[in-house]
């Protein structure tokens, strides 16, 4: 197997705690498959250089194989002024410098957790969907304005950036696509529905869509997320929904994320470098203590196996490793129980 460049961005709170682990995992699976280099992101980078990412950081990421990435974030370095530098402006550069278009979050709780999930088992069993969010433009990226007593913040999509993150998610269907807007109001949602109805009828017939505004996705998601098989929706409904449907799985410490730039087969020369990461934040207030929940983290790592390098068998090794340790038993504390990071990374290790 050729060596794979992967950089390494632990990145604030929790984010260290998890991120050694995973490289520990990552090289058990595949011996030597892998040469990790490390760099500063978030809160870190500003203390170090004043700045969220660094030139020489999105570069390094650019002409790797694939980042995997910690989390960013933490009470030190929140503000409300706009002059100065925000941990979360690192990982927004990072997507949009390096085009990550398409965020991937799977939710599929697994049946060990199903009474760890706030909703009772019988609304959640069997539910797999994937949140297929767009993730370089709309409102996260629009011009923004502010003076003393007036703020705003420019919501833009084109027909070409919703039509290729529609593309993804019909091709990921299994079933059925539901596409997710806010038509009844907003411009950019209709916009939205004509292009996805456009695609579906010229590429993806064969696939069942349905448009549901996000406010009634917001309920059905918790009501009956069974229904869904592939969610398609813009940058900021696609944030809020995916952190809901994360507690389908009993704990935001269990889902992850691939965010691709490009339809290219992951070893294609040009294929763009994706960025995996689990979808919670760097836990300030666990921070340091050894006891945060590394199985977000280590999905995104089977994520980076499947989709950034097309290692089929060794991403299912690492999910399946996963579920086996929860049907053992394993717990963190997120989940009710009292599992080191340390235990719950020996615990994963046995399995695999
Ligand atoms: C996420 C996070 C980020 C986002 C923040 C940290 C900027 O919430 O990846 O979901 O809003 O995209
Ligand atoms: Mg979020």
């Known amino acids: 197997m050729a060596t794979r460049r992967v950089i390494l961005l632990p990145g604030d709170g929790i984010g260290p705690e998890i991120a050694a682990p995973t490289v520990e995992l990552l090289d058990a699976v595949a011996p030597a498959a892998f040469e990790f280099e490390e760099h500063l992101v978030g809160g870190a980078s500003i203390d170090a250089h004043g700045t969220p990412l660094t030139d020489e950081t999105l570069a390094a990421c650019r002409a790797a194989d694939a980042v995997l990435l910690g989390a960013v974030g933490g009470p030190r370095w929140d503000t409300t002024d706009p002059s100065r530098p925000r941990p979360e402006q690192g990982l927004l550069a990072l997507r949009k410098g390096l085009g990550l278009f398409a ?3 799977p939710v599929r709780p697994v049946p060990a957790l199903y009474d760890a999930s706030p909703l009772r088992r019988e609304v959640i069993e069997g539910t797999s969907l994937l949140v297929v969010r767009e993730l370089t433009g709309g409102i996260y990226f629009g011009e923004k304005t502010r003076t003393e007593d007036m703020a705003s913040d420019d919501c ?10 529609a593309r993804v998610a019909f091709r990921a269907a299994r079933s059925k696509v539901t596409s997710v807007d806010k038509a009844n109001v ?5 916009l939205w529905r004509e292009v996805v109805l456009d695609l579906h009828a010229r590429e993806f017939p064969e696939v069942e869509l349905e448009h549901v505004l996000v406010d009634n996705a917001a309920m059905r998601l918790v009501a009956a997320p069974r229904d869904f098989d592939v969610i398609v929706t813009e940058n900021m409904f696609g944030d809020i929904l995916s952190d809901e449907a994360a507690m389908l799985t009993g704990s935001l410490g269990m889902l992850p994320s691939a965010s691709l730039g490009n339809e290219l087969p992951p070893n294609h020369p040009d294929s763009t470098p994706g960025v995996f990461e689990p979808v919670h934040g760097s836990a300030p207030d666990i921070a ?10 280590f999905l995104s790592a089977a994520l980076m196996l499947r989709h950034g390098f097309g290692l089929e068998d060794e991403a299912a090794a690492i999910e399946s490793a996963v579920d086996r340790a929860l049907a053992d038993g394993l717990r963190t504390p997120d989940l009710g129980g009292d599992a080191t990071t340390a235990q719950a990374t020996r615990a994963v290790l046995q399995h695999l």
Do not use: D, K
């Open 186 to 190: 907003l411009e950019t949602s209709r």
């Open 103 to 105: 965020n991937l979050r």
């Open 156 to 165: 833009v999509y084109t027909r070409a950036e919703i039509e290729r993150i």
């Open 288 to 297: 340091g203590r050894g006891i945060a929940n590394p199985l977000a983290m």
